[in-house]
């Protein structure tokens, strides 16, 4: 693995471990050699995150539309910083540009970010992984409903297992370098049969 992408907010959050958790991730994947591909913003735990890896000499790599950085919300010291077009361009370049993904506490768009590479690798258009920094237990009502979509077989639990949890940011790395992805085929057998024992 050579980057890890990370999503995560333009707000700090309501408690101060957020932003902790966005400064250790970020020490943690300088010391490992990983660089990050990040929403090129300066603020939040967007900015807490990108500090904390040019602080310890990581690499960085930022991705912003236009329209944002316009508002002067973009890491304008940054080496590396991509101003695109669109927000679909931007997924899309932080995709290409990374080897795994990772989303902290955040909002309507973090999660929007998380959901759709997760499930390009549920589709296998890639086979990245995808994990959640659970930090002070922010993602566990997301978890509860995946287990309900799990339980109501809207998603294969091969599936919802190839999300990697972890709430301290050195071992998700971790189980991230480590990852092995389902098999494609047997999941989504395993879907359609479900699906044929619930309607007969």
Known sequence: MRRICVFCGSSPGARPEYVRAAVELGQALAAKGLGLVYGGANVGTMGALAHAVLEKGGEIIGVIPKALAEREVAFTELKDLRVVDSMHERKA???ELSDGFI?????????????????????????KPCGLLNICGYFEKL????????AE??????????????SRPQSL???LENFQPPEFDKAVWA???NSRMRMT
């Open 93 to 95: 370049l932080m995709a």
């Open 103 to 127: 989303a902290l506490p955040g909002g309507l768009g973090t999660l929007e970010e998380f959901i759709e590479v997760l499930t390009w690798t549920q589709l296998g258009i890639h086979h």
């Open 143 to 150: 978890i509860q409903f995946l287990d309900h979509m799990t």
């Open 153 to 166: 077989h809207f998603l294969v639990k091969a599936h919802q297992d190839m999300i990697l949890v972890d």
């Open 173 to 175: 790395l971790e189980r």
């Open 191 to 193: 879907l359609q049969l």
